[in-house]
């Protein structure tokens, strides 16, 4: 699982959709037909000083329709989606420049909002799948139960982690180290609750901002002075290129769609791609033209 295998640049076409409009995306994440994002269209510069406030968003492919999931005040950030539940780190309880967040969780159906973390510790990119919630503290990969109530640490390293994201039994990470000889290196690791086993899959050191759907792993990378889309498959331990604009970043999957950030008009919004596979967990078929999804506006 390197990501020395054999890269895939398959000549499919990419049909795409804005989902927003606002210019101040950031960090997609897709569940089924909803998509989430923090935004800092309320935050307030006034001095030319940005206050850093963020909110959390979302909105419904099928029905079109945007909503504002936190209160502005605070630094909502790093948000991620699991069935009708929206976790995501917030600040409200300390300030983010003094390293105190916090996980809190949202659910949609009951519109019930829970504080998960109350350490006082810098409590970061939160990702949930069914029952468990994984986030990052430092250089530690931390996870909760909602089902029992448990707390654990689960990873723990020598550099800095982020963006953690969950797929069944598997964890995916970010790794930075800095370096007086090789400067800053970003790459992306594996981890299986079954074999408890940590496995790196980049070594270029410019990849990051993971995520996980089945066997496929997801993630940006910076290797040609460029930020482009990739995939990697463990099963077959293959990459392909998803994106070639150059600006696309913060990467989800989920079934067969991925979303991204782009900034090539200068302002980022998110966009959505659905592609074609060959398998339920495949890469997309070389003969076949991805599928535009038609869902724009924010209302």
């Not at 800053?184 to 993971?210: E, L």
Request: proline content about 3%; overall charge negative; some cysteine.
């Amino acid at each position: 699982m390197a990501s020395a295998a054999n890269e895939e640049k398959v000549p499919f076409k990419i049909n795409e959709t804005q989902i927003t409009t606002s210019g101040s995306a950031e960090r997609p994440v897709i569940y089924k037909d909803m998509i989430v994002w923090q935004d800092y269209r309320y935050g307030n510069y006034g001095d030319g000083t940005f206050d850093g406030t963020y909110d959390v968003y979302v909105y419904n492919l099928s029905t079109s329709r945007e909503i504002q999931i936190t209160t502005p005040g605070s630094a909502a950030t790093n948000p991620d989606i699991y069935g009708d539940r929206i976790v995501w780190s917030d600040d409200r309880n300390g300030n983010f420049r003094l390293e105190k967040s916090d996980i809190y969780m949202c659910s949609l159906s009951t519109s019930t909002e829970t504080r998960i973390t109350a350490n006082e510790s810098y409590s970061v990119s939160p990702a949930i799948y069914e029952d468990r919630i994984v986030w990052t503290e430092y250089n530690n990969v931390h996870m909760y139960n909602l089902s029992t109530q448990e707390g654990s640490q689960i990873v723990t390293s020598e550099s800095m982690i982020f963006s953690p994201a969950i797929y069944g039994n598997n964890i995916v990470w970010e790794e930075l180290l800095v370096s007086t000889d090789n400067g800053v290196s970003r790459d992306i690791y594996f981890y299986g609750f079954d074999t408890h086993k940590k496995t790196q899959i980049t070594t270029g050191g410019s990849a990051g901002s993971p995520e996980i759907y089945g066997d496929r792993i997801v993630y940006e990378d910076w290797r040609d002075g460029h930020s482009n889309i990739y995939m990697y498959n463990t099963s077959t331990s293959s990459e392909t290129q998803i994106t070639t604009s150059g600006s696309a970043s913060s990467p989800d999957i989920y079934d067969n769609r991925i979303v991204w950030l782009d900034g090539r008009n200068g302002d980022t919004d998110v966009t959505c791609t659905i592609f074609p596979l060959t398998g339920k967990f495949g890469l997309p078929a070389a003969n076949q033209v991805r599928n535009t999804l038609r869902s724009t506006g924010t209302g």
